[in-house]
């Protein structure tokens, strides 16, 4: 090919482009200008490079630069249309191509999670036993049986401890090593295997943690998770939790245990609440009473309670003589499914979020 014919080429193609420029004025437009001039393989520019190929050797120096320059000009060309259509779409949009972005469609809604309702009721009631006064403390949920069961007044024989009625963890007693920190009970153990560990059956536990560390006086609550070997129903799950209460002082009294378990149920529950203290027996309180509420035409007992046993007093070294105090530990799950109205406690533990989604406060 003559150096003449690559040059007059060259010239029909930046005419070509400069003509078409005028009529970019979309995205679309720009991109099919791009494709048209530069495209990889069928572009305008190819197709010149294929004709340079064709140029007799003498004149490929020349016809080379001619090439170049028709390269970057092609390039600034696109530049320039891109500033245009970037302008335009940024001023009013025209009507031809209509707006980039539609302002008016509705966003994606971002889901947002909900605190599980039996998180919502730790937190509701820390704060209204906050208001009453009491500090939140937290014990562990893996346990030995002096916290569990010895210290807390219960012997051996009783059926509270049966194994069959308890985690116990079976490896606890051959690989435990024997730590600092076990318990050493004075005098009689009563029966306490200091290795045995076992998932907590009650937060009654953190009673004698609280009182072997804090000084006196104290007034506390703990919530956390229970373990009970129990088949799982409408009412029963092998896992719930518990709120426990300890109040330590001088002349701690059973009518101040009353008004606090009145002022709970009340402020938790709504004022047309009802609530009766039944007589009952714990092992760590004396008297005690089982602690009930009214609720779909029966008495619902949603905890117990009663004044902390001298004897629980005498296992964490405080003078029963002195010092006196009442506790309470109640069911949490209870509390929350009459708030919700929550008939079937496996419906909390299925992790359907569906259910779930429905108590978003
Ligand atoms: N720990 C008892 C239970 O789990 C409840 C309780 C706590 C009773 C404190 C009296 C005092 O059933």
Redesign the pocket.
Known sequence: MALDSFDSAVDGLLAEARASLQSVDSLEALEAFRIQFTGAKNGALKSLQKLLGAVPPEHKPAAGKRFNQAREAIDQLLTEATDKVSQASSGKPKSSTGPLVDPTLPGLRPRIGVLHPITQTLEHLKEIMGRLGFNVTEGPEIEDEWHNFVA?NIPEDHPARDPLDNFYLATAKTNLPKSSTDPQPAGNSGGADIAARLLR????TV?IRVMESTPLPLRIISLGR?YRPDAPDATHFPMFH?M???WVDKNVTMAQLKSVLRLFATSYLGGDVNVRFRPSF?P??EP?VEVDYWWNGQWIEF????MVDPNVFRAVGIDPEQWSG?????GVERLCMRRFGITDIRDLYRSDVRFLRQFAS
Not at 201 to 204: A, E, F, G, R
Not at 303 to 306: D, E, I, S
Not at 326 to 330: E, H, I, Q, V
């Open positions: 807390l059956s009650q937060t009654s009673q229970v518990q426990e209460g300890l714990f760590f309180t005690s905890g117990g309670a009663g009442f506790a309470f530990g109640l």
